[in-house]
């Protein structure tokens, strides 16, 4: 019984999941127990029922209205992404007036340069793997800066 | 005229990953439009998974229409977070991640006692095998199949007298099917105690299903013994004979 | 670390295998090392005269090309672009379609990658190591040069 405790749980464990002699043992065990043998039977007989139950009762709802209220729902409360703040952490001694324009779809922070105007640009700040990269986006193409502090 | 800005495109100083399977690959991409403001894209990756995040969450919150909310609210969360999504793991795994904290969460809201929520493994719950007649009745023969989709139709009552734990773990297990290590990390959790409250889960659907197929296999059992049609070949009637040939005499 | 993050509006990802192309889809490149520094009278290389607009935003007042290779760059396949200081970076063709191309930029030395899509007349400008002493080095490709 004692062993039995020990084992009961690793029935049911997929290929990979016990440590090699920890599967030998089990393999052992469930040869000599009748009553761990049969737990293990009704184990994989009824693996994947909870599953499939599930998904049928969820194949079996209409899903029709479900994409249209996430939509809509979606719509009503936009991502909101702290532009002000990242705004005041960034200012740039090229940005002599910062106009930042919330586009319909998302934020995107227009910088219009000095001398002229004529150059509007994209200034993007971005993180992946904890790095942060400068994007300046402009009509001739992306210019890509690590995330070290540039300006004066 | 001034030039025309073209929104940035790309992702930039991201760590290679190891290479995505087809499906990845083209939910990632679902995801990088969805990123973008594409509507059309967050509808697919919805339409994708609604109904795998719906049976997640039904299994775990057990109600139907608090698991349409909450799978909703999963959807609406990462279309919130899309922006923060690295790409570290797969979207759906994102998904279902928060899908699984919500309907945890709304469960623990209704939730009154704490008191079956056992996980560690003792003598009394090794009693009660039931000398594996579910593998009985549920072995390899075809008809058998017939039983299978009947203790389908049980599992949502089966499921209900589980303690959410167990549910949950059970819930993830199969729908999502995570591994010990998966369940353990998203649940926030040692493997062992993933073995344990599996082993909790398993033992008490196997005592409701038991309930229900021992009156089916006795059924069963007593249609077959029925009397057929005779046929004057072995009983049971053997095989069909070829067309042509005739029946000895 | 505390991460901070914009989503901008038109960020589209495009991956490797999504969107097949022609076999014989090899577009031409020209790829230059240049070096940005802070310090000394603001320059800028002859060379890089049709960089002008999109470097001026930058820091950096001095800019000189450092090297200079032409090649024509097939769907998938890498080319390395050697750097001051023995490190290398990987340009690698993705997708083309028409006149618009995504290119990876890939800097072996920090393990990181950038996907970026441009039109034929734009430039890619990214940042290959670290300032040191004020300076830069950055690549910059031209598809169709």
Redesign the interface.
């Known amino acids: 019984m004692r062993d039995c405790l020990r084992f009961a749980p690793m029935i049911g464990a997929r290929e990979g999941e016990l440590e090699p002699a920890e599967a030998r043992a089990l393999e052992a065990h469930l040869a000599s127990c009748p009553g761990c043998r049969a737990f293990a039977a009704d184990t994989a007989a009824t693996d994947g029922l909870v599953g499939e139950a599930l998904l049928a009762r969820a194949n079996a709802r209409d899903f029709a209205p479900f994409v249209d209220q996430v939509m809509a729902r979606a719509g009503a409360g936009r991502a909101r992404g702290g532009v002000l703040a990242w705004l005041s952490r960034h200012r740039r001694a090229a940005a002599a007036t910062l106009v930042p324009a919330l586009a319909a779809l998302a934020f995107i922070v227009y910088v219009r340069l000095e001398g002229g105007g004529r150059n509007e640009i994209a200034l993007l700040e971005l993180a992946s793997e904890g790095e942060v990269t400068m994007v300046l986006q402009t009509a001739d193409g992306p210019v890509v800066l690590f995330g070290e502090e540039h300006g004066s | 005229m001034p030039p025309r800005v073209i929104p940035f495109q790309g992702l930039v100083n991201f760590r290679p990953r190891a290479p995505v399977s087809p499906v990845e690959a083209e939910d990632l991409s679902l995801v990088s439009k969805a990123r973008a403001g594409d509507a059309d894209a967050f509808r697919a990756l919805v339409v994708r998974f609604q109904r795998k995040v719906y049976a997640l969450a039904l299994g775990i919150v057990k109600d139907p229409d608090l698991a349409w909310d909450v799978a909703q609210e999963a959807f609406l969360r990462v279309h919130g977070h899309l922006a923060e999504f690295e790409g570290k793991s797969s979207f759906s795994t994102w998904l279902f991640r928060i899908a699984t904290h919500l309907s945890i969460d709304a469960v623990r809201r209704e939730r009154t006692s704490r008191k079956d929520d056992i996980d560690d493994v003792e003598e009394a719950d090794l009693a009660g095998g039931g000398e594996g007649i579910l593998s009985t009745a549920l072995g390899n023969d075809p008809r058998e199949n017939l039983l299978r989709r009947e203790l389908a139709g049980q599992i949502q009552a089966a499921l209900e007298t589980l303690p959410e734990k167990h549910r949950t773990i059970l819930v993830l297990r199969e729908v999502e099917g995570l591994s010990y290590e998966e369940l353990a990390e998203r649940l926030g959790i040692h493997k062992g105690t993933v073995m344990s409250r599996l082993f909790h889960a398993r033992k008490k659907m196997q005592a409701v299903l038991r309930r229900y197929a021992g009156p089916a296999l006795a059924r069963r059992a007593g249609e077959e013994e029925e009397p057929g049609p005779e046929t004057g070949g072995p009983r049971g009637g053997g095989s069909p004979r070829p067309p042509g040939e005739r029946a000895e005499e | 670390?505390i991460?901070?993050?914009?989503?901008?509006?038109?960020?589209?990802?495009?991956?490797?295998?999504?969107a097949p192309a022609p076999a014989h889809a090899e577009v031409p490149v020209r790829v230059r090392v240049i070096k940005g520094a802070r310090q000394g009278p603001a320059s800028l290389d002859p060379r890089l005269e049709d960089?002008r607009?999109?470097?001026?935003?930058?820091?950096?007042l001095r800019w000189e090309q450092v090297d200079e290779r032409s090649f024509d760059l097939a769907l998938g396949k890498p080319v390395f672009v050697d750097l001051p200081g023995g490190d290398s970076v990987g340009v690698t063709l993705q997708e083309r379609r028409g006149d618009t191309v995504?290119i990876e930029?890939?800097l072996a030395a920090?393990?990181?990658?950038?996907?970026?899509?441009?039109?034929k007349?734009?430039?890619?400008?990214?940042?290959v190591a670290?300032?040191k002493g004020g300076a830069a080095f950055f690549l910059t490709v031209t598809a169709w040069p």
């Open positions: 670390m991460r901070t993050s914009i989503a901008a509006a038109a960020l589209v990802a495009t991956l490797a295998g999504a960089l607009r999109q470097l001026s935003p930058l820091a950096y995504t930029v890939a920090r393990n990181t990658q950038s996907r970026l899509t441009v039109e007349g734009q430039r890619i400008v990214h940042q670290p300032e």
